[in-house]
C-alpha cells in the first residue's frame, strides 16, 4: 500500500501501476492504414523471441485485427472472481475484444463503454509478470488512448507513420496528443518505408525519402527505424505467422528487430531518467 494514500477507501487517483508489469508500450498513429498492428505483433514477438515476457493488449476495438494476424481464435478463461486469464500464442499473452466477440459483427459502442472495457481489459486480466505489455491502440487520436492513459501508467508511446505527407501530417496529431496528456514519446518509426526489388535487391523509395526522420527531428524524437514494405510482412499477418518467428537472420525481419532493439533501448533510457517522470532533452 503506497503511503501517499491515507484514505484506504478513497478512490484511487490517477493510473494505477499493474503488479509485475515492468513497461506499458502504447503503439498509436494518427490514421488508420500505416500497418500499425502489423508493427504492434511483429514487436511483440521479437520481444518474446530475444527472451523477455510480453503481454499484448488489441486496445483497437473497432478493428481487432491481432487474433488474425497471429492465427488464434483461443477465447480468454474466466477465472474466480471476474478475473481474466489471456490466451497465449507464440510466447505471448494475448487480449482482444476480438476473441471476446467472435464473427465480424462491428461494435458500435460508445465513449463510457469504451472506458470501461479498457479497464477491464487492464485492471482483470491477470497478465502475471510482464517485462513489457505492448498496447495496441486503434487508428487517430481518440478516447481509446486517453482512457488508457488514465487508467495506467504508459512508460512510453510508438508512433507509426509512413514516408507520404499525408501520414506525416497525422503523426504530428498523434505526437501532439501523447505530448498533452503527458506521455513520454519512445519515437517514431516508419513503416512501408522503402521497397526491396526482388530481383536485383535494390531499395526503392516509392515516396518521399526520409520524411520520418525529419518529423522525428522537427519535434526532437528519436527515429525507431524504418520498416520496408514487404510483401512477406504482409502475408506473415494474413497467415497468422508473423514474419519475426522465421528469426532475427531473416532478411525480412530484420529491420523490425533492429526496431524491437531501439524499443528496448529507449524503454531503458526512460526508466533511467527516473522511472520516465523526467522529460528527455535529446
Request: charged letters at 20%; hydrophobic letters at 40%.
Amino acid at each position: 500500500m503506497s503511503h501517499s494514500h491515507s484514505h484506504p477507501h478513497a478512490e484511487p487517483q490517477g493510473p494505477q501501476p499493474l503488479p509485475g508489469v515492468n513497461a506499458i508500450i502504447t503503439v498509436g498513429s494518427g490514421k488508420g492504414g500505416v500497418g500499425k498492428t502489423t508493427l504492434s505483433v511483429n514487436l511483440a514477438v521479437a520481444l518474446a523471441r530475444m527472451g523477455h515476457k510480453v503481454g499484448l493488449l488489441d486496445a483497437d476495438v473497432y478493428g481487432p485485427n491481432v487474433p488474425l494476424m497471429l492465427g488464434t481464435q483461443e477465447a480468454p478463461q474466466v477465472i474466480g472472481e471476474n478475473r481474466i486469464l489471456p490466451a497465449e500464442r507464440y510466447g505471448l499473452r494475448v487480449i482482444s475484444v476480438g476473441l471476446l466477440n467472435p464473427g465480424d459483427k462491428p461494435l458500435v459502442w460508445r465513449g463510457p463503454m469504451l472506458h470501461s472495457i479498457i479497464r477491464q481489459f487492464i485492471s482483470q486480466v491477470e497478465w502475471g509478470a510482464l517485462d513489457y505489455l505492448i498496447v495496441d491502440l486503434p487508428p487517430g487520436t481518440g478516447d481509446v488512448a486517453i482512457s488508457l492513459i488514465q487508467t495506467v501508467p504508459v512508460t512510453g508511446a510508438i508512433v507509426v507513420t509512413t514516408p507520404s505527407d499525408v501520414s506525416l501530417q497525422d503523426a504530428r496529431k498523434a505526437i501532439e496528443m501523447f505530448k498533452q496528456v503527458k506521455v513520454d514519446i519512445l519515437g517514431l518509426v516508419e513503416n512501408m518505408s522503402f521497397f526491396v526489388c526482388p530481383h536485383c535487391n535494390h531499395e526503392i523509395d516509392i515516396f518521399s525519402k526520409g520524411g520520418g526522420e525529419h518529423t522525428a527531428r522537427q519535434f526532437s524524437l528519436p527515429f525507431l527505424g524504418r520498416i520496408e514494405l514487404d510483401p512477406d510482412i504482409r502475408k506473415g499477418g494474413d497467415s497468422g505467422h508473423p514474419i519475426v518467428l522465421e528469426g532475427e537472420s531473416n532478411p525480412h525481419a530484420k529491420s523490425i528487430f533492429a526496431f524491437a532493439r531501439e524499443v528496448e533501448k529507449r524503454v531503458k533510457e526512460i526508466r533511467e531518467a527516473d522511472g520516465g517522470s523526467v522529460v528527455e532533452i535529446s
